[in-house]
């Protein structure tokens, strides 16, 4: 199987359930002039939309690649406004299918269903959040602050500590989740550049359409690997953890960040911490990181955040002036620094009463999240309207915050990726147990409950089709597959069940449970949507997927264009499930071109080629940016799961494949 959890481990501290044109048209510009291999993007073929950025449609770049290195180890920033980089020198859910290349993460599942991947190690869990002041890295790093402050100002002071050079943390490999806890190998983005990855991280629009994509991305990103030699290894790390922040994965961002000593930090490192700590509600996390940003920081924040950390300590008088004096700076608004004297009326001897307006509020930041959030301050529903669906997976991660808060946001968390089906279901259950349930909430554990134990299978069925039509009236269809894919699994395999079968088994395959779901194949009809789902889904090949075959399936298909079999013949070609002959058929009857070739293919082909499995994993997200299935390329699913397979992500691929086909129509 495969897993769509998080893959932190205890000895990390996690349990957590925790434009693309100018992005390769910059990273290509960069790797012309490094003389690198040229890159990226494809436009739209049979009049799809395309969902790549503008200027990475074009013809692809002939130029010379350059020479692999070996031994070069293999940095973003946001799409907030970012400082420029340091020029310091660099020293440097869900059980995944069956795959030796899939690492499994944290949950077991219920006992009736079998098999759970042998790597998920932690159990499953409600996601836990930071905790207040928890964010000080061990080995704290030693400060030369001189910012001008008055003379009593503890975070001015030249402080240094005694710390043993083997303590100290190296830039040269980062990352939590080495290979034998699941992660990619080492030398994951081997050869490549690391500015050209740097921007293509910070470039990459997320969360992305696909909750597989996004899966396997975070894996990669929180991978321990070498640090490219073209780049200092705190930016490297900055990139990786500000692309994981856009994805909504708060904690995993925090997690990967705290692996830099606070006194290596570079100017875009410190920008993407105030977002990172601010995502996790945590504020105290940035106390270890003050005197460094204040010292070459240009963000006016860390101003209040040395009074937040000044107060925290204990000092609320100093606290209060600092907080004061700063929210005159420019940069910041008076409901920034009212949500920073909030944060010091609630620590020791604050005895401020801070009340907190949100009228005039016209956007929310993470600034405004984190400490609202911090503070148990209600952020209005108006304001989660400007921003995307990763403030929403933060919410959900966010323990401070109240249980029916927290389910009311998971199915955004679930869709995108953030939350596995065991933290969902956990989730929901820990809700239903709390004495301050909702009648939503309680409504929606019941249904759970009975679709797990239902007495009968038409029970079952009924709770299982309750809860997608709940999921379908709140826009977030895909979450109420997530939410159910265990107890689909835990019904028998039998044609009963009807035309549900294609969901049931798309539910199952939204959390990795494969094997489950190929239990299914001698019921599934030919030309179905179950037996395209398991066609490209299971662990091993249908047999007769011909030219006949998907041209059945094509005569069922109501999408536009037949774009969802476009999808479902380029994933079978991807994945080397289909003969070349009876693919030339097919594609021929169904008008599709996936010869194509641009930049975007050739990068990720020349990455598969020279086996960087980062590298095409992060390529792959970029193919996969977008927030609507409908939009989608066949031509990007051909290379995404083509490229996948040949570094030997086969069952990442397959997922991704699975979905693609499940969404699209």
């Keep these: 199987m495969v897993s769509d959890e998080p893959h932190m481990t205890a000895r990390h501290g996690i349990k957590t359930r925790t434009a693309f044109g100018t992005a390769f048209a910059t990273a290509s510009a960069i790797a012309l002039l490094a003389g690198t291999a040229s890159l990226i993007f494809a436009p739209a073929v049979d009049g799809q939309e395309s969902i790549l950025p503008p200027g990475f449609g074009g013809p692809e770049p002939k130029q010379k690649a350059e020479p692999k290195q070996k031994g070069e180890p293999k940095t973003k920033g946001p799409t907030r406004a970012e400082p420029k980089k340091s020029s310091e020198p660099k020293k440097t859910d869900e059980p995944r299918p069956a795959s030796p290349s899939s690492a499994a993460g944290a949950g077991a599942a219920p006992r009736p269903v079998s098999p759970v991947s042998p790597a998920d190690p932690a159990g499953s869990s409600v996601p836990p959040g930071p905790t207040m002041g928890a964010g000080a890295v061990a080995g704290a790093s030693e400060s030369t602050a001189t910012h001008e402050a008055g ?221 609202a959030t911090a503070t148990a301050v209600e952020i209005p529903d108006n304001l989660f309207k400007t921003v995307g669906s990763d403030y929403r997976a933060w919410q959900t991660l966010a323990p401070m915050t109240s249980l029916n808060a927290r389910v009311a946001s998971a199915p955004y968390a679930a869709q995108i990726g953030v939350l596995s089906n065991n933290a969902y279901v956990d989730l929901v259950s820990a809700a239903f147990a709390s004495d301050e349930r909702d009648e939503k909430t309680t409504d929606e554990a019941q249904a759970l409950r009975d679709a797990y134990v239902g007495a009968t299978l038409g029970e ?66 030919e030309g179905s949507d179950a037996w395209a789902l398991l066609a490209v ?18 005569g069922n298909d109501n999408s536009p264009n037949y774009l969802k079999s476009k999808i479902f013949l380029a994933s ?45 994993a992060l390529l792959a997200a970029v193919g996969l940016q977008g927030d609507n299935w409908g939009k989608m390329n066949p031509m990007h699913l051909y290379h995404i799961t083509a490229a996948l397979r040949k570094v030997g992500l086969n069952a990442e691929a397959r997922m991704i494949a699975a979905e693609a086909v499940a969404r699209s129509g």
């Design 151 to 371: 003379a009593g100002d503890e975070f001015t002071r030249v402080r240094k500590y005694d710390l043993p050079s083997g303590s100290r943390r190296s830039l040269e490999r980062i990352g939590p989740l080495t290979q034998a806890e699941g992660g990619l190998p080492a030398d994951a983005f081997w050869g490549a550049g690391g500015n050209y990855l740097s921007i293509l991280m910070d470039k990459t629009n997320a969360p992305l359409v696909s909750r597989w994509g996004s899966i396997l991305l975070r894996r990669a990103m929180v991978s321990a690997v070498d640090t490219p030699t073209t780049i200092n290894g705190a930016d490297f790390v900055a990139s990786r953890a500000d692309l994981l922040l856009r994805m909504g994965e708060a904690n995993a961002a925090r997690e990967l960040l705290q692996n830099v000593d606070p006194d290596k930090a570079t100017p875009k490192l410190l920008h993407t911490a105030l977002d990172i700590y601010m995502a996790n509600a945590d504020p105290g996390g940035l106390c270890p990181l003050v005197p460094r940003g204040l010292q070459i920081g240009k963000d006016a924040r860390w101003d209040l955040a040395r009074g937040m950390c000044t107060g925290l300590s204990g000092d609320a008088s100093t606290a209060g002036v600092m907080i004061d004096r700063s929210a005159r700076k420019p940069g910041l608004e008076p409901i920034d620094a009212r949500l920073a004297e909030k944060i010091l009326g609630a620590s020791a001897n604050g005895r401020r009463s801070v009340k907190i307006e949100w009228e005039g509020v016209k956007q929310l930041t993470p600034w405004r999240f984190g400490l």
């Design 460 to 525: 079952r069925m009924t709770a299982i089709r309750l809860l997608w039509a709940n999921a379908e009236k709140s826009g977030d269809p895909y979450a109420g597959q997530v939410l159910t894919a265990r107890a689909a699994a835990r019904l028998p395999v039998t044609d009963e069940v009807g035309d549900d079968m294609g969901r049931l088994i798309a539910s199952m395959l939204s959390a990795g449970l494969d094997t489950n779901a190929a239990a299914w194949a001698r019921v599934a009809e």
């Design 537 to 554: 889904g299971a662990p091993n090949p249908l047999n007769g997927v011909d030219a006949g075959a998907v041209d059945d399936f094509s």
């Design 572 to 616: 079978l070609a991807g994945l080397g499930r289909i003969d070349q002959k009876e693919f030339a058929s097919a594609a021929s009857d169904l008008d599709m071109n996936i010869s194509g070739k641009t930049a975007w293919a050739a990068a990720i082909g020349k990455a598969a080629n020279d086996g960087q499995q980062g590298t095409v």
